[in-house]
């Protein structure tokens, strides 16, 4: 599960969403279903405040296992290019029958934070787990 925090007039704005890894950055795609006709509340935010944080972690009934990773970073709105096109598509077969839309919010990472319950590091982002 990820999860890609923004600021809103100093209010955390909170949304579940997918990504992929690519030349060093995360890419989260801004799909093509149906909008209200408005940007996203989250691309208004990018643009009024670029400091983001995408949260992944992982559950388990097995508290043992639980882990998590957070990228702190910059984030800007760019258009979607063929190699992350690809790399998403792989990493989210549903894309082949959902459109993934022409941008996509790049996050330029700072910093990665990371815990698990069994100790060590984790940052396996390109395949989705913390």
Not at 12 to 30: N, S, T, Y
Not at 33 to 42: F, H
Not at 49 to 67: Q, T
């Amino acid at each position: 599960m990820a999860r890609l925090a923004t600021v809103d007039n100093g209010q955390p704005h909170l949304v579940p969403v997918v990504f992929c890894e690519h030349g060093g950055a995360l890419f989260i795609p801004i799909d093509g279903k149906p909008k209200s006709g408005r940007k996203l509340r989250r691309v208004r935010n990018i643009e009024a405040n670029p400091a983001v944080s995408l949260l992944v972690d992982e559950y388990e009934d097995d508290w043992s296992r639980l882990r998590w990773a957070r990228a702190d970073g910059t984030a800007t709105v760019v258009p979607l290019q063929p190699a992350v096109r690809a790399a998403l598509l792989e990493k989210y077969p549903q894309y082949e029958t959902t459109a993934m839309g022409s941008t996509a919010i790049r996050v330029a990472i700072e910093r990665i934070r990371s815990w698990s319950a069994g100790g060590g590091r984790h940052r396996r982002w390109a395949t989705g787990g913390p």
